[in-house]
């Protein structure tokens, strides 16, 4: 999905595929963390559902969660503050800036979505639930991503733009199924 996304900024033009990389580059100072926390929401909901403790997985969860969009706010907060000087690290090309900085804007709105989709749908994975994290994930990286950036960044003609309105309805959209599937609890009995 990250690579037809990528090449789909390819055919707006190099400026637009550098921008885009840019962007992704450094929304990776707060992707790790995330998935960091994800990792231990996976293993202590697995661990906790092990010991036959639904509670405490539900607790470790929540927990890993909250750490993990504290963090991410934080960091959107950042990306949107110093859009200007992160993006002048990579490139001097004011074009290059000005789309680099509008998808910073992007991934700084976005972090908290990541971080309910990173982190519960870890969470769920610990607790066996590997089919619906499969599906939202499809949902997200090839119907909303890919489809809907296409639809509206090439078919449209949004540009950079509409294929950054398709990005972030993908945490968007995954954030919403997962937190559902997470709250609905059925995860908490599942056999593995």
């Known amino acids: 999905g990250l690579l037809v996304f990528s090449v789909l900024a390819i055919n707006l033009g190099t400026n637009d595929l550098a921008a ?13 963390p995330a998935f960091a926390f994800g990792i231990a929401a996976l293993t202590m909901v697995g661990q906790s559902l092990g010991a ?3 509670a405490g997985a539900e ?3 929540i927990q890993a969660l909250k750490s993990g969009t504290t963090w991410m706010v934080f960091m959107g907060v950042g990306f949107f503050i110093f859009r200007n000087f992160l993006v002048g690290i990579y490139t001097t090309d004011p074009e290059v800036i000005r789309l680099a900085e509008m998808c910073m804007i992007f991934i ?3 972090q908290p979505f990541l ?3 990173i982190v519960l749908g870890q969470a769920l ?24 950036g ?5 078919v449209f003609g949004l540009g950079l733009f509409g294929m950054w309105l398709g990005w972030i309805s993908d945490f968007i959209v995954r954030a919403l199924l997962v ?9 908490k009995t599942l056999k593995v």
């Open 150 to 154: 296409y639809l509206l960044g090439i």
């Open 59 to 61: 607790q470790s969860a």
């Open 20 to 32: 885009q990389q840019i962007a992704f580059n450094i929304s990776g100072f707060s992707l790790l």
């Open 179 to 187: 937190f559902l599937r997470f709250r609905a609890g059925k995860w």
């Open 115 to 117: 971080s309910v989709s």
């Open 52 to 54: 036959k403790d639904p």
């Open 125 to 148: 994975r610990g607790a066996g639930d590997t089919r619906s994290t499969m599906v939202y994930t499809f949902i997200g990286v090839w119907v909303m991503r890919v489809a809907m």
């Open 108 to 110: 700084a709105v976005g």
